[in-house]
């Protein structure tokens, strides 16, 4: 120790000053690394315990929501945004449908004239929250198009084809759109292309998880609602893989989820769980999944 001091303390004043310059840079340096490793240190034990997520609304532990336990209605199973819907798992409830043709929030241009066509005007219908959701994204994609009035409803809910149509529109969350190409009063839009590929509706397919739409192939959209509809368009998942996560969660370790500025929680509960909790406080949705279980939504406080 003693010849350090020595050898510290030797040469000219100049060269000690820079020295001890130097050790109190060295120290300062060293300070500010342990501050800084405890500062993160701290930050992730708050964060543990405050429930947090990353950006990306992976499932974490449960947040300062009082639970209670709920019961269920058996129906809720088939029924709700979130069934899985195939020829492996048709839908068994009731469809509670309103017509597309003359629902109040059907969007019309200045003249008073409808912004797109059904192709089957009289049958054609969805459920309430999918009916005003269409109708406002169609709304979107027409403000920021040249007035594009061209798009054509060609396939969803109707009650004289429940029995024929594929199992993904038997509950009026479904739609298919298509175009006339050239338009004419007269021409017949069944025989209109897909919008898919085509480069002015490529916006509905950027924007549709906005208004809570999936796609779920070609040119087919399927409500499923807003938080869920932005999590599949960010995590480019599916719905089947989307549900497959969502068996993962659970009241205890929930979904949190960021979708247009807001923040919401989704957890999965199995039909056999002996205990069903819900917010005890808060508005919350119950969907089935057609699989056996039910998924809670809310927003948090």
């Known amino acids: 120790m003693n010849k350090l001091l020595e050898a510290f303390n030797s040469g000219t004043v100049e060269q000690q000053a820079r020295r001890r310059k130097?050790?109190?840079i060295i120290a300062a340096t060293s300070a500010l690394l342990i501050l800084a490793t405890l500062v993160l240190i701290v930050g992730l034990i708050v964060s543990l315990a405050a429930g947090d997520s990353d950006p990306n609304g992976d499932p974490t532990i449960q947040?300062?929501?009082?639970?209670?336990?709920?019961s269920f209605d058996?129906?809720?199973?088939?029924?709700?945004?979130?069934?899985l819907l195939d020829d492996d798992h048709p839908y068994e409830g009731d469809a509670d449908v309103v017509?597309?043709?003359?629902?109040s929030s059907r969007p019309k241009n200045e003249e008073r004239k409808n912004i797109y066509t059904l192709r089957d005007s009289s049958n054609f219908g969805g459920t309430e929250e999918t009916v005003i959701?269409?109708?406002?994204?169609?709304?979107g994609y027409y403000d920021q198009s040249d007035n594009d009035d061209n798009l054509i409803v060609d396939q969803a809910f109707a009650s004289n084809l429940s029995e024929q149509i594929d199992p993904?529109?038997?509950?009026?969350t479904t739609v298919s759109l298509t175009y006339y190409a050239d338009y004419s009063e007269d021409k017949d839009p069944t025989e209109e292309p897909s919008i898919q590929g085509v480069a002015k509706y490529k916006w509905i397919y950027d924007h549709a998880h906005e208004y809570g739409f999936i796609i779920v192939e070609d040119n087919i959209f399927r409500y499923v609602g807003i938080p869920h509809a932005a999590y599949m368009k960010q995590n480019n998942l599916s719905l089947t893989q989307y549900l497959d996560k969502l068996r993962s969660t659970s009241y205890e370790k929930s979904l949190v989820i960021t979708a247009e500025n807001e923040t919401y929680r989704t957890y999965y509960i199995s039909e056999t769980a002996e205990d069903k909790m819900v917010p005890a406080d808060?508005?919350?949705?119950?969907?089935?999944?057609?699989?056996?279980?039910?998924?809670?939504?809310?927003?948090?406080?």
């Open 22 to 24: 130097g050790m109190l």
């Open 99 to 103: 017509k597309f043709s003359n629902h």
């Open 282 to 301: 808060l508005d919350w949705t119950v969907s089935g999944d057609n699989l056996g279980g039910y998924i809670i939504t809310f927003k948090p406080e």
């Open 74 to 83: 058996p129906d809720y199973l088939v029924e709700g945004n979130l069934l």
């Open 63 to 70: 947040d300062d929501t009082h639970y209670v336990k709920g």
């Open 168 to 172: 993904i529109f038997s509950m009026g």
């Open 133 to 139: 959701a269409l109708h406002a994204l169609i709304k």
